[in-house]
DNA sequence: TGTATTCCTGACCATACGGTCAGGATGTGG
DNA sequence: CCACATCCTGACCGTATGGTCAGGAATACA
């Protein structure tokens, strides 16, 4: 009788594990915060002796900075959906859609970026500073162009990027709040298509973007 | 000469290092989390040694926990405003400019309540289960009459209650990247006055509150 | 098959943490 | 002025943390 066809080559088992760690390392992140978080805690939810994730990862925040990094890749991603629109309604909507699930796919991923901002982001601000900024300054100048062809309000594309962040991914953020509200479930389908319709018609409503 | 009048009676001296140790903790809470606060450091920002702290509470636990509270209480007050409204556009307009003072005056007390729920609200989740609850219902049914009085459009009131306290809340726990993104100032008021504007004006138009 | 390389881990270490406590200082009320 | 209660703090303690390392196990490669 063969073993089971366990892990296959070195390379394949150094791929896994390391999944296995950032997944690990991406939960208790975002359950007790960096400070709060223990590498032996990681080395148990993933599986691993503690010394493993060392061999790995060399120091707890190097383990951190690779769960950030990933975070923010996924998020940027979710920008294409803006970029090929032909107007606002459709652009900021698919938008949000995509955001919005988002934070309910990887709601602890966007615990661990907030909480990395919140803390005036010691390991991602360059991060901030180039990328994002980028980023940022491309959506704004696709949003001042709507403007210009009437195609919505005059809004500071800032501010209602400031929104569109804050409305969704505060599904994820605050999630244990709003399942408290809801009587203590966790949102049914029904309730984050309600979640999406609302946040859509309140925004796309409120910059003129549909009637 | 005499002394610098210093500090007066036993008793007003307990307040004031209550005071001092809960501004210091608040601060120290914001910017490390709880499990990456130390008391030693909170001491230092309070000028007091580390052991007074322990005498005043006895636990970094109730320390926090105290520090939760106050948050919630002042966060609590900005309801006054939504209350004595006479329709949707005053008194949910009152409201934001009432909660984004809030983030602009007090962003560590912001933060440290986001930190709170983010971790599944380890030492608050009985005010979320009785206080806020009771809040939020007593807001809904407000929001409900407005909606059947057709002030507005029919909006399911959670979803907006949450999107009002994201976006506020947004321009203190996130205030960093903002900041950021702003290259590298804190908002100017000019800035805090626009950003006001924008969301009032995107919401109370989103919801059908104005034209 | 031999050996070089990568992978893995139990045991260990220095440090820093939350919390305690004995005993002195300071104020209070009679 | 005295006796009492409150306030204050340096020194200390047990524990848990991030990180190290020697040496064995597994695999790759010739």
Chains 1, 2 share one sequence.
Do not use: C
Not at 91 to 111: C, W
Not at 183 to 204: C, F, M, R
């Amino acid at each position: 009788m063969h073993d089971a066809p366990r892990s296959n080559s070195k390379r394949e088992r150094r791929q896994e594990n390391e999944k296995l760690i950032l997944a690990a390392a991406e939960k208790v992140f975002s359950e007790a915060g960096f400070g709060g978080a223990t590498m032996q805690l990681i080395a148990d939810v993933a599986g691993l002796p503690k010394a493993n994730l060392h061999y790995y990862f060399p120091t707890k925040e190097s383990l951190y900075r690779q769960v950030v990094q990933r975070i923010f890749q996924i998020w940027l991603q979710a920008a294409d959906t803006f970029d090929k629109a032909e107007g606002p309604a459709e652009g900021i909507g698919a938008y949000i859609d995509a955001k919005m699930e988002i934070s309910r796919r990887h709601p602890a991923g966007s615990k661990v970026w907030a909480s990395e901002v919140m803390h005036r982001a010691p390991v991602i601000q360059d991060y901030l500073e180039t990328t994002l900024m980028e980023w940022t300054e491309g959506r704004a100048k696709i949003i001042d162009r709507w403007v210009a062809e009437e195609r919505m309000d005059a809004i500071d594309p800032n501010h209602l990027l400031y929104m569109l962040w804050a409305t969704t991914q505060h599904y994820a953020d605050f999630g244990h709040q709003i399942e408290t509200l809801n009587g203590g479930s966790p949102l049914t389908d029904d309730q984050w298509e309600a979640a999406k319709t609302s946040v859509k018609h309140i925004i796309l409503r409120g910059i003129g973007a549909i009637k």
